[in-house]
């Protein structure tokens, strides 16, 4: 990068090459790096250190005097992979405008006899109608028929955002070894997760829609997001917890118009008590939405190859992408 430096008092100018570093905006001076810049317990800040940095080691943050726990490095550069495999497999919603030689209706006229029953237009004939206290419809004065046309130009696609269906698991596998703290194990980690997505949607504009299974299902309405994630009351008056795992009465929770273009993301250690049900189910969303990611969550002693490879086997054609996330907080 070339930039151009001009002395403020004689007015000299010379033209410079530059080569900018990631972390070089964020380097801190002598004085700062010698009392150290602590950020603990403050994960946005983090994060953007991190993405400025393009993901810098804990022993590169710690050599510029940034302190922060392991855990919490940790944690941040698992939101980052997530936002980065959530951001790759999106696709845009599209609207399909008319077709080549597709019919549509650009106006009304009179039905006379002999017309196609059909092509009656009520509505319009309603409105004609109006004022006449005997024979409202009559043929060929105020009863309508509708008149099409055929559109002539080529087909055109019109970009309608980016739309995620996220269901998160919270069956009682996600809360072995945490008793009843959500904050804890896989349930933690998964809520956080969920959370990282949410401020994606919200800082990209993009649709967003939670869903929570266990035996049951509940979705959350769009009004009470914000405080399901931020408060642990929200949360406990939900009730679905610790239960079975019935993930197809989580993706009945929602339409086919709503799956229509539709990314969806599960979070859960997929421990799926209704396989054959689900496997059908997700047959038919496949046809329907844009894009199906799963995150599952899982401790390390569980999270081989072969477990991944079970749950790609779960759903059909291989269209799934699986992100593996490891927890390690877990008491057993």
């Known amino acids: ?171 009682g596998s996600m809360f072995y070894g945490s008793g009843q703290n959500t904050s804890k194990g896989k349930i933690g980690k998964a809520l956080l997760l969920a959370e990282e997505t949410w401020k994606i949607c919200k800082a990209n504009n993009f649709d967003f829609y939670l869903a929570l299974f266990t035996d049951t299902a509940v979705r959350i309405p769009q009004k009470r997001i914000k405080d399901f994630f931020t408060t642990a009351e929200a949360k406990r008056e939900l009730g679905v917890w610790n239960g079975g795992t019935v993930l197809s009465k989580a993706l009945d929770l929602f339409t086919d118009k709503e799956y229509k273009d539709a990314n969806v993301i599960i979070i859960s250690d997929m421990d799926i008590a209704d396989f054959e049900k689900t496997r059908d189910k997700i047959k038919e969303i496949a046809l329907l939405t844009n894009s199906f990611k799963i995150i599952l969550i899982e401790k390390p002693s569980e999270l081989t190859p072969k477990r991944i490879e079970e749950t790609q086997s779960l759903f059909p054609e291989g269209n799934v992408k699986i992100l593996a996330i490891e927890v390690k907080d877990i008491g057993i």
């Open 1 to 171: 990068m070339k930039i151009r430096v001009r002395c403020s008092k004689c007015g000299y100018e010379i033209e410079t090459e530059v080569i900018p570093k990631p972390l070089g905006s964020l380097k801190p001076d002598a004085e700062s790096k010698a009392k150290g810049m602590k950020i603990k317990g403050n994960p946005d800040v983090l994060d953007k250190i991190l993405e400025a940095s393009q993901g810098a080691s804990l022993e590169e943050l710690h050599q510029l005097g940034i302190e922060v726990d392991k855990a919490e490095w940790e944690s941040a550069m698992e939101r980052r992979i997530v936002r980065k495999f959530i951001k790759e497999n999106l696709r845009v919603s599209r609207e399909l405008k008319r077709v080549v030689g597709e019919k549509y209706q650009v106006s009304t006229e009179p039905w006379r006899m002999g017309d196609s029953f059909k092509d009656i237009d009520l509505p319009s004939s309603e409105v004609k109608s109006m004022g006449l206290e005997d024979l409202r419809l009559i043929p060929g004065v105020t009863l309508q028929k509708r008149v099409y046309g055929y559109t002539k130009g080529r087909s055109v696609e019109r970009l309608k955002g980016i739309k995620i269906i996220c269901i998160l698991d919270t069956s």
